[in-house]
């Protein structure tokens, strides 16, 4: 027993080299990105912030309405957003969800490639497999410390410890949807002159759809219950104060915070949600 | 003109076909060859050759390999070895062994495909779906719905054009697959068991819209089927296939008349003979009626009078019987009861008994202006009790 224990295996360790070797030789790499990324992001709170609330409330019902027209959604939406200004929460909840669109809109637009691809070629999704499970199983604080390291403190390493927790939604469920496309229908495309790129687009993009979407809706959801480890880090929204009441035992101030965070979980699931089950449907 | 030669092919489904192949010559049966490679034998062999404007039904039990030639026709099976060759103008393609813009080019302009699942895309409009293939051949989109618009009337559903193919039944969203099919304007159809998922009164209305369409349209049709009746009423050849291989291809009177195997024989055992039996098959010939004073005997009361192989006159008891001549176009109700109608010899079952109802008398069969025989109650009960289908009978 004695044996085992003294000879330890530097796992450890090796991972810090390669996390060091990664600091010193592409410092200049994760920089730039942490720059883009930190600019886009403020510059979107900003430009939302410096929207009065009020006007921002009414196009998202304009939005709202043109999706989905129910008139209980928007009374619902409304209400949240008042009670959310109310409490004080409006800009935390900006950025909150100006985080959660960019890490969705990341996550899907390296996703979805992704899936395709694995969905055409199965040792691929063979290879990916354990790596999604690894991302999604891994506790989040874990891969916290290398990007903190890689990208500084504030919303990037937020946004990268989201994507890397959240990217699995949209790669599994594109994969699931692209290669559970009936046959018939591939063998319809091919049987009236499809090339690879029309079967793809016009055949296994639309049949998958309501799949990708619920990957996407899914995606969403993930990032969010992202917001409060990403707040440790340094990303703003709602996830500071939650951690601030915390750290001073303040239960009024964490409960505000939590019922901000569930109202902007329940109206983006009921924004996301409807359109891709009623094209499942 | 031939304008599908299927020649010498086989299919094999597996990654071990340089091992296969040699097993398939030794004469290896397809358990045997599964059991030794791995691979499935999907057609072994296959001759066929399709003229323009015939229907060519590939028949067959599930697992016979009839859709797995029809989808080489296409080139969605490949080829292990063998030619399938496809008319394009006035050159034969041959599908296996084209490149990937040749298929594509015989795929748009050739061959179109109709499948048994109907396979329309539930996402696009009944319109949009049987424009698909018309975007495949790169038409411009107002020409194209404006086309499809039209192979939606042909089938009469412009009134469900902007539906989508769940709110429609099975029936017509196969007449939208038909449309698809017909739209593309090629000259070689395929049809994946088309109507087996439809009810049997829905299959046979659209048997019948087939053979309606087929009439104006002239298309060449390789057609699966594993209905028996099916195939003996729209195809004009048969082609019977069994474990990977083709054992009987013939028209698809000789098919029921002549079965090949006892296969064959099963499967034809319980067919409906008014609907593929000729009076020529039917009929009791001339040289075995019995002639008295120059007279063919019918029976005791009835006698006909030929002059150089031709009908002159009937006589029955009470003085001569008025005979007309019918054509599929006469039109019964005016013709007289009590008539004996002359008849063109490769009349159809259906038609003779038909005129036996009607007239209460035999018929003359005539065949190039010459009597060749009679048909008689005696006949009709012969066939209705299907002792014409059997190697046996046949044979004796």
């Known amino acids: 027993m004695n044996w085992l224990t003294d000879n330890k295996i530097p796992l450890g360790a090796w991972m810090e ?104 070629r199965p040792w691929l999704y063979t290879m990916l497999r354990p790596i999604l499970d690894l991302m999604q199983t891994i506790p989040t604080f874990v891969y916290l410390i290398p990007t903190l390291i ?79 480890v990403a ?27 939590g019922v901000a965070i569930v109202l902007v979980a329940i109206m983006l699931d009921r924004i996301c949600k409807s359109p891709s089950s009623k094209n499942a449907g | 003109m031939s304008v599908v030669t299927i020649e010498n092919v086989d299919i094999v489904f597996g990654d071990n076909k340089a091992k296969t192949l040699p097993l398939m010559d030794k004469g290896h049966t397809r358990d045997q060859i599964l059991g030794m490679t791995g691979d499935v034998v999907g057609v072994q062999n296959a001759n066929i050759e399709v003229n323009e404007g015939e229907i060519c039904v590939l028949m067959g039990l599930s697992g016979s390999g009839k859709s797995t030639l029809l989808r080489a026709v296409n080139g969605l099976n490949k080829i292990a070895r063998g030619r399938c060759l496809v008319r394009d103008g006035d050159k034969m393609v041959d599908m296996a062994k084209c490149d990937d813009a040749t298929l594509r080019h015989m795929r748009t302009r050739r061959v179109s495909m109709v499948f048994q ?83 049997p009164l829905i299959r046979s209305q659209l048997q019948d819209e087939l053979i309606e369409l087929q009439k104006r349209l002239n298309k060449t049709i390789i057609f699966v089927s594993h209905d028996l009746d ?25 098919i029921v008349l002549n079965p090949a195997t006892e296969y064959v024989e099963k499967f034809v055992a319980h067919t409906n003979p008014l609907n593929v039996l000729r009076g020529s098959s039917l009929m009791t010939p001339l040289t075995e009626l019995a002639v008295q ?42 013709v007289p009861d009590n008539t004996v109608f002359i008849v063109p010899a490769n009349i159809a079952m259906r038609d003779a008994v038909e005129l036996r109802y009607h007239s209460n008398h035999f018929m003359v069969l005539e065949e190039a202006d010459q009597c060749v025989g009679i048909l008689n109650d005696h006949n009709f009960y012969h066939a209705l009790l299907g002792k014409h289908f059997g190697r046996e009978e046949a044979a004796a």
């Not at chain 1, 409304?78 to 960019?102: A, D, F, H």
């Not at chain 1, 410890?161 to 699995?168: E, G, L």
């Not at chain 2, 019918?298 to 003085?319: A, H, T």
């Open chain 1, 231 to 257: 707040a440790l880090v340094g990303a703003d929204g709602l996830g500071k104060p939650v951690i601030r009441a915390l750290n001073t035992v303040n239960i009024s101030q964490g409960f505000e915070a």
């Open chain 2, 293 to 334: 004073d120059e007279h063919v005997v019918i029976n005791e009361d009835i006698k006909m009078k030929l002059e150089n192989g031709k009908l002159v006159s009937v006589q029955g008891p009470r003085g001569d019987i008025p005979t007309a001549r019918w054509t599929p176009e006469t039109i019964l109700a005016n």
């Open chain 2, 230 to 254: 099916e195939a003996l009423k729209i195809g004009t050849k048969i082609a019977i296939m069994e474990s990977a291989r083709i054992i009987q291809e013939d028209a698809p009177e000789q």
């Open chain 2, 117 to 199: 699942s109907f396979a329309l895309m539930p996402w696009l409009t009944v319109l949009e779906n049987v424009a698909f293939g018309l975007e495949m051949q790169g038409m411009p989109k107002a020409e194209r719905l404006k086309k499809a618009r039209e192979q939606l009337k042909m089938v009469s559903l412009d009134k469900w054009a902007n539906k989508k193919p769940d709110e429609l039944s099975g029936g017509m969203r196969q007449r939208v697959g038909l449309a698809r099919a017909f739209a593309m304007d090629t000259d070689v159809l395929l049809m994946d068991e088309p109507f087996s998922a439809l009810d």
């Open chain 1, 17 to 120: 080299n390669f996390v060091d070797w990664l600091v010193t030789a592409a410092s200049g790499f994760f920089d730039l990105v942490s720059i883009t990324l930190e600019t886009m992001i403020v510059t979107m709170v900003d430009a939302i912030d410096s929207i009065h609330p009020l006007a921002v409330i009414a196009i998202i019902l304009v939005g709202v309405w043109f999706l989905h027209r129910s008139i209980g959604l928007l009374i619902f939406i409304t209400l949240s957003l008042l009670l959310i200004i109310n409490m004080g929460y409006w800009v935390e909840t900006i950025q909150t969800l100006v985080l959660v669109v960019s890490a969705t809109a990341i996550s899907v637009l390296i996703g979805v490639p992704i899936g395709i691809a694995a969905a055409h």
């Open chain 1, 150 to 228: 890689l990208f500084g403190l504030g919303y990037v390493p937020g946004l990268i410890s989201t994507i890397i927790f959240a990217i699995a939604a949209p790669i599994r469920l594109t994969y699931l949807g692209v290669s559970k496309v009936p046959n018939e229908l591939i063998e319809a495309g091919l049987a009236f002159g499809c090339t690879k790129s029309k079967l793809l687009y016009k055949v296994e993009l639309p049949a998958a759809m309501p799949n990708i979407m619920a990957g996407v809706t899914q995606c969403i959801m993930l990032s969010l219950s992202m917001v409060v």
